[in-house]
């Protein structure tokens, strides 16, 4: 065999962190592979393995700080929890919160929504059925999530808190609780409006164009394309109209939200909890008086160095433009601990 194919083989050993001895990781590895071997026609090892973390790089991705990934025991654990990213950005931006949980024990799948991530996104971007793809590809990982583990748990930042809950509205089995970060359940009332206006879906992709994915965040597009914005919409609407048929959430919920937010104002998730009937749920709420920006709640000092973000290129008289650490973010995952151990208890 040459040496190059044996290098990858060695990388993607390693990567998962058991050599092949657990015919059952493996199966879930596979399966998770083939969902964006599928989506890019060409996947390749990561070029840096990390012990425990199995990731899934394709020549499609800007880089492979946008891949998405496992991160794992070796095992099929008795907690398995998977973390969707929000609107624009990528896997990376839940790293924090997986390395937090996957530190307590837990198996976690931090999946790439489609359109995101890539070189070139404006042919998906731009698709009339993208918000329909992103609730499949969120139903696919969820079909192999209760490979890796016993008990599931569902949530995500953004857009991505936004899919679990409507995921979870869909088909509330098998899902033990919810966890969201910014979750995006409402949007600012002028983008609301926009949303109702006859044929606004044809202007937004005139806008869009083509779809720059080159920024001065290597994990994240410069901009978010007006017309994934829309199908955003799309997706918050049916989470309402399922609310307005008499839904209910009945696991726990953990929620994580700034009240400067004003790309996603904090009432959607107070919405959402109101509706909520379990007594395990936490209610994280960061005063407006640190001006926290939407996209700042999960991310750490850690993520922050490793963006290399360019500010050269932006306008800082804008307080969000250039990410920032949440202040609060130990204190976060630390009430996220508390509340996933609580929610453990009461379900024996």
Not at 282 to 294: A, N, P, R
Not at 310 to 337: E, T, W
Request: aromatic share 10%; hydrophobic share 40%; net charge negative.
């Amino acid at each position: 065999m040459a040496k190059t194919s044996l290098l990858i083989l060695f990388l993607l050993a390693f990567s998962t962190g058991s050599f092949g001895q657990n015919n059952a990781m493996d199966e879930a590895f596979d399966s998770f592979s083939h969902l964006y071997e599928e989506r890019f026609g060409q996947i390749r090892a990561c070029m840096n393995p990390t012990f425990q973390r199995f990731s899934v790089c394709s020549p499609a991705l800007r880089n492979d700080g946008n891949a998405p990934y496992i991160l794992h025991h070796g095992k099929p654990v008795d907690t398995v929890v998977v973390l969707l990213h929000g609107l624009s950005d990528s896997p990376f931006y839940m790293s924090g919160i997986a390395r937090a949980l996957h530190d307590k024990g837990y198996n976690v799948i931090v999946p790439l929504n489609v359109g995101h991530g890539q070189l070139d996104a404006s042919d998906e971007m731009s698709d009339s059925n993208l918000a329909e793809r992103w609730g499949a590809h969120l139903s696919d990982v969820m079909a192999l999530a209760p490979q890796l583990g016993k008990h599931v748990y569902l949530g995500g930042f953004s857009t991505g808190g936004a899919l679990s809950v409507q995921h979870y509205l869909h088909h509330p089995d098998n899902i033990d609780g919810l966890m969201l970060f910014s979750g995006a359940l409402a949007l600012d009332s002028g983008v609301e409006r926009l949303s109702g206006i006859w044929g606004i879906q044809w202007v937004a992709r005139f806008l869009d164009g083509h779809y720059e994915t080159q920024g001065p965040n290597p994990y994240k597009y410069p901009t978010i394309a007006s017309f994934s914005g829309l199908e955003l919409m799309e997706v918050i609407d049916d989470v309402r109209d399922q609310f307005e048929q008499g839904k209910t959430v009945d696991v726990p919920v953990f929620a994580a939200h700034s009240q400067a937010d004003t790309t996603t104002p904090i009432t959607g998730i107070e919405d959402l909890m109101s509706r909520a009937t379990t007594k395990t749920n936490t209610f994280f709420i960061v005063d407006e008086s640190y001006k926290l920006c939407h996209a700042d709640v999960v991310v750490n000092k850690k993520m922050l160095s490793d963006m290399h973000f360019d500010k050269s290129g932006v306008d800082l008289r804008d307080p969000c433009a250039a990410p920032g650490a949440n202040p609060l973010f130990r204190q976060m995952i630390m009430m996220l601990g508390s509340f996933m151990d609580e929610a453990a208890q009461k379900a024996g």
